[in-house]
C-alpha cells in the first residue's frame, strides 16, 4: 500500500532535475566523430575574406581602423576569377591532409557564402555571385575530405552585433541592447551552413575573448551549441576561446601552441580529455598577406605535425588565399612536399595517439595499438634512451627499410642502438611491443 506514494514522489522528484537532463550527452554518431577527427590527425585551415583584397591580413579592418561602411565597398571589387574549388581540395589533398576548415565568415563580417539573412555576401553583394562555399563543399565531398567551418562570434560590421574590445575604431557605433536580434542572425546562419552544404564535420567558433573584460557577457553558447548539435549530431563543436573547453564542446582548440605549451601566449589553459587541436600560420598570418613571404620550411611544418600527434593532438595549418582566387605559391609547393612525407610516414601519423614514452627534446612517439612509433627529430648522438615503465619489446628496427635496431635493456626502459647518427628529417624507429 505505502508503494505506490514512494514511486510517484521519486518520480516528481526526478521530474525537477532539469539542470542534470541539461548535461550535455554527446550522440553515439558525435563520439564516432571524435575517433575519426583524431585519426585524421591534419588539416588545413582557409582564411579567406573580403580582406584578402587588402593584403594586410584579417585583423585589417580593426588594425588601421578602416571605416566599416567603407571597407564594405571592397565587396563590390571582390571577383577571385581565378577561383577553382576542384584545384584547391586536390592541393589540399595531396599534402595527406583529411580535412579543411574555412572561414565561413570573420570578424569583419562578410559571409563568404549565400546566405537569407544578410546581403553583406559573396553573392549578393559580389560581381563574382558564386557561393564559393558551395563549389567548394561539393568539391570536398566530391574528393571525399571533410568539411569544417570557421564561424566568427565578433561581427565588426553588423550594428547589432556587441562591441568587444575589438574593432572600436572603425565608425561602427555603439550598440545598446539585449543582442537578441544578433544572437537569431547567427544561429539562422549556422542553420543554414548546417543544412545547405552537407554534412559538416565541425563548426570551429572564434571571438569569444572579445568580450573578456566583461564577465557577465552571455554568449549563449548552449543554445548555440544545442543547435547545431540537433542539426548535425555527428557535427563537432570546438571554440578558440583559449579555455579549458565549456560544456557542449566536443574538441579543444589550442592557437599556435602545442597543447601544454604557452609560447604564443594564448594557450595557458589546461589539457582536457577532449580530442585536441593546434592551428598554425604556415607564414605568420592568418589572411593573405602581400608583404609576409615568410613561409616555415618543409621540414618545420612536418616537424609540427609530429610534434602535435606525440602530444595527441591534430594539427590545422593555415593558408590564406590571394585575392585572384589562388592559393599562394608557396602554400602549394609547401603542402606537395609535405604530401610526400606523408606517403612514406603516414602510417606512423594517422590513427594513432600520443605514445606511451612523452615528448622529449630529442622528439615524441606515437602508438597504435602494440606498435610504437619513436619519431627523432633532433638528436646528435645514435644512443637513446627510452623510458618504457618496465615494458617488453619483440622488436626493433627503422620504419623506413625496416632493418634491425639494436636494444639494450636498461632499467625501467631501453637503449636504442642506432646505425647511424639520424639526420633524416624524422628518424623513425618502429618498436613492437609486448601484449598491450
Ligand atoms: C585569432 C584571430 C583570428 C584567427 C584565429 C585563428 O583568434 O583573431 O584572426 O582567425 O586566431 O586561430
Known amino acids: 500500500m505505502m508503494k505506490t506514494p514512494i514511486i510517484l514522489s521519486l518520480l516528481f522528484a526526478v521530474s525537477f532535475l532539469p539542470a542534470k537532463a541539461q548535461t550535455y550527452e554527446p550522440s553515439a554518431e558525435n563520439l564516432k566523430a571524435r575517433q575519426e577527427f583524431q585519426d585524421n590527425k591534419f588539416g588545413i585551415f582557409l582564411h579567406w575574406g573580403l580582406y584578402c583584397m587588402l593584403a594586410t591580413g584579417e585583423w585589417t579592418m580593426t588594425n588601421n581602423n578602416l571605416n566599416y561602411k567603407e571597407y564594405a565597398k571592397l565587396a563590390g571589387g571582390f571577383y577571385p576569377s581565378k577561383f577553382n574549388a576542384a584545384e584547391w581540395v586536390s592541393a589540399i589533398k595531396a599534402s595527406g591532409a583529411k580535412y579543411i576548415c574555412f572561414t565561413s565568415r570573420h570578424h569583419e563580417g562578410f559571409s563568404m557564402f549565400h546566405t537569407q539573412y544578410s546581403d553583406y555576401n559573396i553573392v549578393d553583394a559580389t560581381p563574382f555571385k558564386r557561393d564559393v562555399v558551395k563549389e567548394l563543399a561539393d568539391e570536398c565531398h566530391k574528393q571525399g575530405i571533410r568539411l569544417h567551418f570557421y564561424y566568427s562570434h565578433i561581427d565588426w560590421y553588423r550594428e547589432d552585433a556587441p562591441w568587444g574590445r575589438t574593432g572600436r575604431g572603425t565608425g561602427r557605433p555603439n550598440p545598446k541592447g539585449d543582442w537578441k536580434s544578433y544572437y537569431t542572425f547567427m544561429n539562422n546562419q549556422l542553420t543554414e551552413l548546417l543544412t545547405n552544404y552537407g554534412p559538416i564535420g565541425a563548426i570551429w567558433f572564434d571571438g569569444w575573448w572579445d568580450q573578456d573584460a566583461n564577465p557577465d557577457f552571455d554568449w549563449q553558447l548552449p543554445e548555440q551549441y544545442a543547435m547545431i548539435h540537433r542539426?548535425?549530431?555527428?557535427?563537432?563543436?570546438?571554440?578558440?576561446?583559449?579555455?579549458?573547453?565549456?560544456?557542449?564542446?566536443?574538441i579543444q582548440i589550442f592557437e599556435r601552441d602545442l597543447p601544454g605549451e604557452n609560447r604564443a601566449g594564448l594557450s595557458g589553459q589546461d589539457v582536457s580529455h577532449l580530442p585536441l587541436e593546434t592551428c598554425e600560420t604556415m607564414n605568420g598570418m592568418w589572411g593573405y598577406k602581400i608583404t609576409d613571404q615568410n613561409y616555415k620550411s618543409t621540414k618545420t611544418l612536418i616537424h609540427y605535425l609530429v610534434k602535435a600527434?606525440?602530444?595527441?593532438?591534430?594539427?590545422l595549418m593555415n593558408i590564406g588565399p590571394q585575392p585572384d582566387g589562388c592559393l599562394p605559391e608557396v602554400s602549394v609547393q609547401r603542402l606537395k612536399e609535405m604530401g610526400e612525407w606523408m606517403k612514406v610516414y603516414g602510417e606512423t601519423i594517422y590513427g594513432t595517439r600520443g605514445g606511451i614514452v612523452s615528448p622529449h627534446d630529442w622528439g615524441v612517439t606515437t602508438q597504435k595499438g602494440n606498435r610504437l612509433f619513436v619519431h627523432i627529430l633532433n638528436l646528435q648522438d645514435n644512443a637513446l634512451y627510452l623510458p618504457l615503465n618496465g615494458k617488453m619489446v619483440k622488436k626493433a628496427f627503422l620504419f623506413k627499410d625496416q632493418s634491425p635496431v639494436h636494444i639494450a635493456r636498461a632499467g625501467q626502459g631501453i637503449v636504442l642502438q642506432l646505425p647511424e647518427t639520424p639526420v633524416d628529417m624524422d628518424y623513425v624507429v618502429e618498436l613492437q611491443l609486448v601484449g598491450q
Open 231 to 250: 542539426l548535425q549530431p555527428a557535427c563537432l563543436v570546438g571554440n578558440n576561446h583559449h579555455q579549458t573547453p565549456f560544456p557542449g564542446e566536443d
Open 309 to 315: 600527434a606525440g602530444k595527441d593532438a591534430n594539427l
